[in-house]
C-alpha cells in the first residue's frame, strides 16, 4: 500500500482548443466520458476543467454540475479534482471557486502567481487564504499546484500560518512557459523542500510528461498524465484518448514495481475526509 502510486489523469484543462487535437475532449458530456474512460484504465483520480458546449474553457457552476453529475451517474468512483483555476484568464475572483458547491473530494490551488504565456495566472496571497478557507469550507482537500520553487515555499508558509493543514498534496506543474522548466533537477529540488510527510506528483508539459512520469514512479511519487498536459502518445503520434495516456502509465508502474492505487487506497493516502455524495 505504502508503495502504490496514484495515476490522475487531467482530461482537458483550460488551453487545448479544437484544432489542436481531434482527441481532446470539448464538451461537458465529452469530457465526462473521456474522465470514466480514463477510470476503467486506471487513474483514481480526475482532475476536471469544464467547457462550453463550444469547447470554451469555463468555470461555470453549471457547466460543472453537468460533467459531475455524468460521472457520478456512471460506475466511476474515482476521486475527482476540480479546477479552481482561471479558465484561460476568463474568471476571476470567487467565481473560480464556484465549482465547491458541488463537494468535490479534491480541488485545485495554485500556489502563486505565474507568467503563463503571454498573460499573467494571477494567484495573490489574499485570493490563496480565501481559497484555502473556501476549499476547508467544502470538506475538500486542496490539491496544491506549484509553478516554481517558490509556490513550495508559499504553501509551508500558508500551512505554518494555519491556513493549510498537513498532510500537503503537491502537484509540481513543470515546463509552463514562464515558470519552472520540466527538468529532473527542477523536481529533484522542488521534493527537497518537501515537510516529511507530504505527497507529491509531477505534471510536465508536452514531451516532458512521459520522462517525469517515469521519475516520479522511480522516486516514490505519484503521477499525472493526460491530454491537458500534453496531446502526444509519442514525437509525431497524437494519443488518441487520454485512457490510452493512464494505459501506458499503469503499465511503466507495473514494470517499475509500483502497484496501482485503486480510489479506495488513493483516499486513504490523499488522507481525504470520507465521501459524503
Ligand atoms: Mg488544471
Redesign the pocket.
Known sequence: MSDAVIIQC?VT??IGAAGASPHLPLTPAAIADAAIEAWRAGASVI?V?AREEDGTPTQSLDRYREIVERIRASDCDAVLNL?T?SAGNRAHGAERYACLALRPELA?FDCGSTNFGDWVFENSAPFLRDLAAAIAAAGAAPEI?CFDASHVVAAIQLERDGHLAAPLRFQFVLGVRGAAPATLEQALYMRSLLPPGSLWSVCALGRHQLPLNAFALIAGGHVRTGL?DNLYYSRGRLATSNAELVARAVRLADELGRPVASPAQARELLALAPATR
Open positions: 487531467a484543462g483550460s482532475h476543467h479546477s483555476g485545485s499546484e491537458e
